[in-house]
T-cell receptor, first 114, second 113 residues
Framework: EAQVTQNPRYLITVTGKKLTVTCSQNMNHEYMSWYRQDPGLGLRQIYYSMNVEVTDKGDVPEGYKVSRKEKRNFPLILESPSPNQTSLYFC?????????????FGPGTRLTVT | GENVEQHPSTLSVQEGDSAVIKCTYSDSASNYFPWYKQELGKRPQLIIDIRSNVGEKKDQRIAVTLNKTAKHFSLHITETQPEDSAVYFCAASPNTNAGKSTFGDGTTLTVKP
């Protein structure tokens, strides 16, 4: 079964305490992305990765880091979280070949920074 | 960078009517335009997409149209059903491999039985 998993699903933390949200996919997709979703603002891309060791900034990368050491994993790192990073985070993976394009999102991680 | 505007922000229709959601984009390098459906409390799902070499694409009750000259694209849902109620997002990407992508702010569609 095609799956994108994220952990944790819910997290409440304090300002400045480093945290990592993991993302894993079992479809051997080359592309993976992180988005944050805030009310009225849709989804905004944080970072994306085209393959192992290849990452690039999305529209809102400030305050976040990513790494892609293995094809299946794409963790999101907040070195020093701040309250304005309180949001719902989605990881996604995708594949394209010719006219076939598939994309799957993870279940989301709700982060609260106090 | 790319800017995607989506209208309307809310849309209410009667069951069986059609619904149209419109998006405009700013970057002429964008050539891939997906649409997503997000039900309340769920993750987004890719429901249909269109590439710049195609003007229209249809999948059962949903269709997308693209006008590259005017830089706008639209989602059309015919014969709406209550289960179509959700938030719909458009997006634009400068390549067909879902690398960098910019989303619209979403349209909340309510289909009244």
């Amino acid at each position: 079964e095609a799956q994108v998993t994220q952990n944790p699903r819910y997290l409440i933390t304090v300002t400045g305490k480093k945290l990592t949200v993991t993302c894993s996919q079992n479809m051997n997709h080359e592309y993976m992305s992180w988005y944050r979703q805030d009310p009225g603002l849709g989804l905004r891309q944080i970072y994306y990765s085209m393959n192992v060791e290849v990452t690039d900034k999305g529209d809102v990368p400030e305050g976040y880091k990513v790494s892609r050491k293995e094809k299946r994993n794409f963790p999101l790192i907040l070195e020093s979280p701040s309250p304005n990073q309180t949001s719902l985070y989605f990881c996604a993976s995708s594949f394209q070949q010719g006219d076939l394009h598939e994309q799957y999102f993870g279940p989301g991680t709700r982060l609260t920074v106090t | 960078g790319e800017n995607v505007e989506q209208h309307p922000s809310t849309l209410s229709v009667q069951e069986g009517d059609s619904a149209v959601i419109k998006c405009t984009y700013s970057d002429s390098a964008s050539n891939y335009f997906p649409w997503y459906k997000q039900e309340l409390g769920k993750r987004p799902q890719l429901i249909i997409d269109i590439r710049s070499n195609v003007g229209e694409k249809k999948d059962q009750r949903i269709a997308v149209t693209l006008n590259k000259t005017a830089k706008h694209f639209s989602l059309h849902i015919t014969e709406t059903q209550p289960e179509d109620s959700a938030v719909y997002f458009c997006a634009a990407s400068p390549n067909t491999n879902a690398g960098k992508s910019t989303f619209g702010d979403g349209t909340t569609l309510t289909v009244k039985p």
